[in-house]
């Protein structure tokens, strides 16, 4: 019957261990999986915004399609529309209701290109950069861009990021410190198993052998769960909202789904290395305490 009795509480240190351990990964997840879909989200904006490249009465359409064609090589363009003469009449036309040739006699507008630049670019600095060198083209007669929504964007990001890490931060020491108990309460039980272990001459690397063992099949337990419950989240938010897909991507799922079953398997093994230790480290009256 003791050792009967043992078992059972073996099994169940390790499932409230496991259940413990699988709840700290999922909020752990939550936030990973948060930081990366701002990231993607801000990334996302950042494409969006337009450089309007305005022509000067001197350019034709055949300019700004072969002046679109040269930025389509540039590293810091991610697309390029041209829009013609015709299509910014067309366009206007829609706009105001009437046509402007009608009292003009002859079409007022020249070709324009709307760019969307590379996330990395889309920053004040580079911004000045990048219109001075498409100014430097004697067809182009001004570069516009909303320079304030640009600045403002930025700073609000930049505090989001500041944000997200430091909850980040936060939560991996409480996953740690909570983790660390768990292990240790479990550890704790078996102390007088150790030091009997350390008695009869077993090296340290001995009995910590089963130990880790367990922590590893502990950890690999929660990691699994834990991954299982934020994949069913995500997929329920794609099945609720398709679009979110660009948002929370396959990419960034799978990046989480690994940074928690890599993060379940290490603190717990590491978490059980250090408790075991400092019990294998301690003298028998200690023990007691």
Known sequence: MPRRRKKISLRWQALTSTISTTFVLILMGLVIICALTTHQLSKSVRQSLTITVMFNDDATDQDAQAYKKSLEQRQWVKDVICI?????????????????????????????????????YACTDSLLWISKRLKSNKLVSDVIYQKDLIERLNAN??????????????????????????????????????????????????IRRPFMMRALWIGLTAGILADAVLIGVIHSLWSYDPSMIKYVTMENTGITVLAVLVSGLLLTLLCTFISVSHYLSMREGELYE
């Open 84 to 120: 013609s003469k015709e299509q910014a009449l067309k366009e206007q036309t829609e706009a105001m209701g009437s046509d402007p040739t009608e009292f003009l006699g002859e079409n007022p507008f020249t070709p324009s290109l709307e760019l969307h630049l590379m996330a990395d």
């Open 157 to 206: 990001l930049i505090k989001i990021t500041y944000v997200l890490l430091g909850m980040a931060v936060l939560l991996l020491l409480v996953t740690l410190v909570l983790i660390n108990n768990t292990v240790r309460l479990s550890v704790y039980s078996r102390r007088f198993i150790i030091h009997t272990m350390k008695l009869v001459g077993a090296s340290w690397g001995f």
